[in-house]
């Protein structure tokens, strides 16, 4: 799914040329899945770290995509409230 979304580097690339690790979603990769050809498939998504590579083999893709869709808002919200706290002590 990351992989066919703008966000990748990637995207257009059929030879993927640009590392993994230049991407801004490989922040949120764990440590031992930083060298799979596709990292960002291994983010956890959810409290039971189930990851589109492997709810991808038990779910429907709608279900892996509402899955993403619910990290992602939550990884928004996380980061607007990083930054009201920070607009509010001044830093």
């Known amino acids: 799914m990351f992989l066919d979304s703008p966000s990748c580097p990637n995207r257009l690339d059929a030879d993927r040329s640009t590392p993994c690790s230049q991407c801004w979603l490989f922040q949120f990769v764990p440590e031992k899945y930083r060298d799979e050809m596709e990292a960002c498939h291994f983010i956890p998504l959810n409290t039971d770290?189930?990851?589109?590579h492997s709810m991808s083999r038990q779910y429907t893709p709608g279900e892996v995509e509402a899955a993403l869709k619910?990290?992602?808002?939550?990884?928004?919200?996380y980061l607007e409230r990083l930054e009201r706290k920070s607009a509010a002590t001044g830093d």
Do not use: Q
């Not at 770290?49 to 589109?52: A, C, F, K, P």
């Not at 619910?70 to 919200?77: A, D, K, R, V």
């Open 70 to 77: 619910s990290w992602l808002e939550g990884e928004i919200e």
């Open 49 to 52: 770290g189930e990851t589109i």
